[in-house]
């Protein structure tokens, strides 16, 4: 199970002052690009509805310059904010809970920790970020009705703009939330193996992946799906194939001013 919760601490050591935890060479990527930290839990005092749960924290950062006006238009004032996007920067952590049994030589290879790691790679695939920031410096225009008159404070302003930039921020986390429930539907929670693996991974992100889960912003996204790097990016779940792609698929003059960002993690669970 995978869902989007706060996060404490993120380091590589388990709970307890455990050892700290030896990767496997093929597994680092994953691990060090998800911000991966495993925690060993007793089911026994801690009880979870699933033996394995992993969750993620994503935090986006923004830098944005806008102009704004004010235009009139069928007898109604409206601002009209035209937002630039100049920095974007995100950060996407994770937890993987596993019962302490299951602390050994064969963690990594066990059936549990590996389905927990399908969940990670799907929320630190490459495109996600890539499909984040191209949604956001994608917003050209902010129109709101505006009533008031007077100075428009700048906290105003940037309220209008943090409102489409969440937006899209929140319909991201709600892609990779349906994705990660279809990951557990398909293989009833890591019971069974994930039937083609690789073009189940490669699916997502593409634009029929997105329309699949009825992605809503995919208009804002067709450019980006015909860029060569986000075709060809890497993907990291685990698999035989070592070098894995994704597949082809008013008359007021303006103000401006600038404003930078952080987009609030959203506080929902899966």
């Known amino acids: 199970m995978i869902a989007l919760a706060a996060a404490g601490c993120f380091c590589c050591h388990s709970v307890g002052a455990e050892p700290r935890i030896r990767v496997p060479q093929r597994f680092k990527q994953l691990y060090r690009k998800g911000?991966?930290?495993?925690?060993?839990?007793?089911?026994?005092?801690?009880?979870?509805e699933y033996e394995g749960h992993a969750s993620f924290q994503l935090e986006a950062r923004t830098r944005f310059n806008y102009k704004y006006r004010f235009v009139t238009r069928g007898g109604k004032r409206y601002i009209r904010i035209t937002?630039?996007?100049?920095?974007?920067?995100?950060?996407?952590?994770?937890?993987?809970?596993?019962?302490?049994?299951?602390?050994?030589?064969?963690?990594w290879d066990g059936k549990l920790m590996l389905h927990e790691?399908?969940?990670?790679?799907?929320?630190?695939?490459p495109r996600a970020k890539m499909l984040l920031e191209h949604l956001l410096r994608s917003i050209k225009t902010v129109e709101k009705p505006f009533k008031r008159r007077g100075k428009v404070e700048p906290a105003e302003i940037e309220k209008l703009v943090d409102e489409e930039l969440n937006?899209?921020?929140?319909?991201?986390?709600?892609?990779?939330?349906?994705?990660?429930?279809?990951?557990?539907?398909?293989?009833?929670?890591?019971?069974k193996p994930l039937s083609d693996r690789d073009a189940f991974f490669k699916s997502l992100?593409?634009?029929?992946?997105?329309?699949?889960?009825?992605?809503?912003?995919?208009?804002?996204?067709?450019?980006?799906?015909?860029?060569?790097?986000?075709?060809?990016?890497?993907?990291?779940?685990?698999?035989?194939?070592?070098?894995?792609?994704?597949?082809?698929?008013?008359?007021?003059?303006?103000?401006?001013?600038?404003?930078?960002?952080?987009?609030?993690?959203?506080?929902?669970?899966?």
């Open 117 to 125: 790691l399908d969940h990670v790679a799907t929320s630190t695939d």
């Open 205 to 270: 992100y593409t634009k029929e992946g997105l329309d699949h889960y009825g992605f809503p912003y995919i208009g804002e996204a067709l450019e980006l799906f015909e860029r060569k790097d986000y075709r060809n990016a890497k993907l990291l779940h685990h698999s035989g194939a070592k070098n894995q792609r994704s597949p082809i698929e008013d008359s007021n003059p303006p103000q401006r001013a600038t404003s930078t960002r952080n987009l609030v993690p959203g506080k929902t669970a899966q």
């Open 167 to 191: 937006a899209r921020r929140d319909a991201l986390v709600e892609l990779i939330k349906h994705v990660n429930r279809d990951l557990d539907r398909k293989t009833v929670h890591g019971v």
């Open 35 to 48: 911000n991966m930290k495993v925690e060993f839990y007793d089911p026994e005092t801690d009880p979870m």
């Open 83 to 107: 937002p630039q996007v100049v920095a974007f920067d995100w950060e996407i952590r994770h937890v993987v809970k596993i019962p302490k049994s299951h602390n050994n030589d064969g963690l």
